[in-house]
């Protein structure tokens, strides 16, 4: 089918190679033109954040080159506008330990995630004494252990979150063949998603390529100027992520009965 191939935004050395079909990105809101957006008669090439992140209040894919968050998060707030609840022994605490339950879980039967594979975060605020806020932020740290709060590899709001859950579940039925064949065959949980009902819910289709070991969601509370650290998943193991080859490219050599192949890893 048509493609329209961009390149992720480059977030602590990462980057990742977005291929969304024209529709997919039609439908974010605005008309499109060789896959572009079309803006004032202008191509606006979009390129998706890493978790390729919705927003409802632009209707369309959040431009990882143009986001107001990221810059918020990492000039508008001081580092001392970060308020992160640590242990006795200096370091993060633990999941547990926090007020707000947060939760990741694959698609799998292991609890690791490969690149493609979708990721469900949930937050409970059972015992929780704020509201959950549209304006709060969900971050993702690679690996689990960085401590700087700005070196995060994407980030969203609560709000953008539930859009984005909502956007990608219609995309997932509406190019899945297999999804509409039957209305049987759409999951419960997928229903709940397209109704709105799953609130505190956020469901990444596609996990992007990260080359660490792990990876670590963190939930963001605002307090005015300052932002709280009030809930952590724990750290996420990246099943193969520094072995996996990708980047491949073929080329021919002076030899014709020869092929290079050339790849990328993570592996030292």
Known sequence: GNLGAHWYASLAGVY????????????????????????????????????????DASSSFVDALSN??????????????????????GKLRRGGEFPLTMSARTANAE???????????TWNGDGYDHPIEDEDVIAMYCPAQE???????????VAQARASTRKHSELHLKY?????????????????????????????SSFPIVREPTCEFRYWRRDGKVLQLVGRTGPLPLALSLENPTSIHIALTSDPSEMAVQFTTGAA
Do not use: C
């Open 16 to 55: 990742a190679l977005s291929a969304l079909p024209s529709p997919v990105l039609a439908s974010a809101g605005l008309p499109l033109l060789d896959g572009h957006k079309v803006l004032d008669g202008h191509r606006k090439h979009t390129t998706p954040t890493m978790l390729q992140v919705f927003d």
């Open 111 to 121: 609890k690791s995630i490969r690149k493609g594979e979708s990721l469900t975060l």
């Open 176 to 204: 899945r063949p297999e999804m509409n064949k039957l209305e049987d065959t759409i999951t419960a949980s997928t229903k709940r998603r397209l109704a709105g009902e799953e609130d505190n819910y956020w469901w990444i």
């Open 147 to 157: 401590m700087n709060p700005r070196k995060f590899r994407d980030a969203a709001t």
């Open 68 to 89: 107001e968050l990221y810059d918020e998060l990492k000039s508008s707030f001081s580092a001392s506008s970060f308020v992160i609840p640590r242990g006795g022994d």
